[in-house]
């Protein structure tokens, strides 16, 4: 990993994005003593399932990133109304930028630029934007993606995947959708472990990157 880099901030639009887009890779920087903060924008309460209760998606990112080993205290949770993010992007913008302050990160995974969900995008605008004189790299959610560049990869060892399954697993009430598999996510991980001459990987675009 890049020289210099003790802090890492994720941003996820939704509970469980982050875990997803960079799971593993979190997994490797608690493993190497890195300071992780994960920052979800929306608990997505009109989108839960029928028969869960509507602040289920809480409960299951603070589960989900206490498996990961993110600390509690790291974990910031915000109950933005999902799929409207766009509309309250200024303010968006002006948390990120007083996390910029308080947390001083090196190195923010976001969503790519090319991600077609509305609210995802808005965070990787405002994101950018907040960050701009930060490394940052766009992390891939391949149902969500047309275009995506593979432009950087972070290995994963056997146990990097195994927690971010493991994390994965706590969202009880998406184990429905065709991509939160333990087959699809170890297929995942292999395929981009497979471009670079590795087992298992995850790719990233870079939107920025500073060398100290």
Known sequence: MKKGIERVLVLAPHTDDGEFGCGGSISRFIGEGKEVYYVAFSTAEKSVPEGWPKNILEVEVKEATKRLGIPAANL????YEV??????????????????????????????????????????VEGTRAFKQVSMLGYELPWNNITFHTQCFIKLTARHLEEKITALKAYKSQSHRAYAT???LRGWARTRGTQIGTQYAETF???RWVIE
């Open 83 to 124: 799929r409207k993010l766009s509309y309250i992007r200024q303010e968006i913008l002006e948390e990120l930028v007083k996390m910029k302050k308080e947390i001083v990160p090196q190195l923010v995974f976001l969503p790519t630029p090319n991600d077609l969900h509305q609210d995802h995008q808005t965070v990787s």
């Open 205 to 207: 675009e870079v939107i």
């Open 76 to 79: 910031i949770i915000y109950k």
């Open 182 to 184: 333990e087959d699809f």
